[in-house]
């Protein structure tokens, strides 16, 4: 099966933008998803399709994909933002693989 | 509001089948806009997709797990269940149901809260 490869850690100061990579052959021929998980608690979808937005989700969460990588952009991060950001995608078999996991933390 | 509650024993002993059942209420398990899911965490790590279900029946499996894994839909219950047989440690984790968003299979809008089980005799 193929893999989607995250950055394990990355920062942002607060009100800043970052971006949350994701790699992975498959990305190529189909979109990411994009959850969002706090300690203890169950994953939250931040972003799934092309560029959709749950209702809840602000709207400075946006997702884009170019080749074979996904990203997860955050303008002007919010110290709630703080958490670990997970990317997964389908494969041509429709199973699903996840990415690694991003924590990101919000200086 | 859809809520998911899993259940099941905490503790397996190794070689034995890990069964979970998960509770829906506020929406059905027969909807066709749906697919339920079984995704696990082991402690202090990423997210394992284990498999997904559609109304269907038809159902989908992570590789790695697909010889020893079972997922079905009791309509009657309004549940969905997850077995896994042929247990060891490497199975202890924190596990999921959850159901994807509207039309969507692949992102899930609605969790259980988790179940933590641990494979040890």
């Known amino acids: 099966s193929s893999e989607l490869t995250q950055d394990p850690a990355v920062s942002v100061a607060l009100g800043q933008t970052v971006r949350i990579t994701c790699q992975g052959a498959?990305?190529?021929?189909?979109?990411a998803s994009w959850h969002r998980q706090k300690p203890g608690q169950a994953p939250v979808v931040i972003i799934y399709?092309?560029?959709n937005r749950p209702s809840g989700i602000p709207d400075r969460f946006s997702g884009s994909r170019s080749g074979n990588t996904a990203s997860l952009t955050i303008t002007g991060a919010q110290a709630e933002d703080e958490a670990d950001y997970y990317c997964?995608?389908?494969?041509?078999?429709?199973?699903?693989?996840f990415g690694g996991g991003t924590k990101l933390t919000v200086l | 509001q859809v809520q998911l509650q899993e259940s099941g024993p905490g503790l397996v002993k190794p070689s034995q089948t890990l069964s979970l059942t998960c509770t829906v209420s506020g929406g059905s398990v027969s909807s066709g806009d749906f697919s339920w899911s079984w995704i696990r965490q082991h402690p202090g790590q990423g997210l394992e997709w284990i498999g997904h279900?559609?109304?269907?029946?038809?159902?989908y499996f992570n590789p790695s797990l697909k010889s020893r894994l079972i997922i079905s839909v009791d309509t009657s219950k309004n549940q969905l269940t997850l077995k896994l047989n042929s247990v060891t440690a490497a199975d202890t984790a924190v596990y999921y149901c959850?159901?994807?968003?509207?039309?969507?299979?692949?992102?899930?809008?609605?969790w259980g809260q988790g179940t933590l089980v641990t494979v040890s005799s």
């Open positions: 399709g092309k560029n």
């Open positions: 279900i559609y109304y269907s029946g038809t159902t």
């Open positions: 997964n995608s389908r494969e041509s078999s429709g199973a699903v693989v």
């Open positions: 498959s990305l190529r021929s189909y979109y």
């Open positions: 959850a159901r994807s968003v509207e039309g969507y299979t692949y992102a899930w809008g609605h």
